[in-house]
């Protein structure tokens, strides 16, 4: 999920984009939020933070 989330961003990402979606889909994971679409969902909203957080 990680790959493809980031794959959205320029260049796949940089450290800070990819750590923030990391850390999101293993909170979403330790929830007990472990089905594919359930992460695919965590990682799509955490993608979308990233975004925002970069154009501040």
Not at 14 to 25: C, D, P, T, V, Y
Not at 44 to 52: N, Y
């Amino acid at each position: 999920m990680l790959e493809e989330a980031c794959c959205a961003l320029p260049n796949g990402g940089n450290h800070e984009s990819r750590r923030l979606i990391a850390e999101q889909l293993l909170e979403a994971a330790a929830s007990g939020h472990t089905t594919l679409n359930e992460l695919r969902s965590a990682a799509l909203r955490a993608l979308a933070k990233a975004v925002l957080i970069k154009r501040q």
